[in-house]
């Protein structure tokens, strides 16, 4: 159950804590803090999605689910890091795109089962989405999302 704070009662973890926007703000980029811009409609730039550990129990909550249908109705820029990307699976906004992931069996069998077509590189950008498979890929998936931003 989530209190008015957005955090999951009882875990004292934010459930908003690994999603990120960021858009030009005419000196750069600028990342805005979560709790500021769940909804879709919002989203001006891209909306990242951050792994990690806790990434895919945001799945469960309601709240990511519906920010993910709205994201993927609106044809809004979007942005996955590390196991982030079976989020964007699970959602459907993965399906007929190419994507990477950070590899494990589980998330390997979560964008197949979401219809992705799994490439085995850092950085994979298909359309509006920018997918990266971890730490490791930080800079060029920052630099994708700036060259996604700048298009």
Known sequence: MLSDRG???????DVR??????HPDGRGLRAVDSRSCVQAETVVGIMGFVGGPGALELYQHQETKDLLDNLKTSQKKIAAIC?????????????GKKSTVYRTDESI?????????????????DGSIVTANGPQAATAFGQA????LND
């Open 145 to 148: 999302i700036i060259k996604l």
């Open 109 to 125: 069998e979560e964008l197949q089962k979401g219809g992705a077509e799994i490439l085995d590189q850092p950085v994979v950008t």
């Open 7 to 13: 955090k999951q009662q009882g875990k004292g973890s």
């Open 83 to 95: 196991i982030a990307p079976v989020m964007l699976a699970r959602s459907g906004i993965l399906n």
């Open 17 to 22: 804590q690994h999603y990120l926007q960021i």
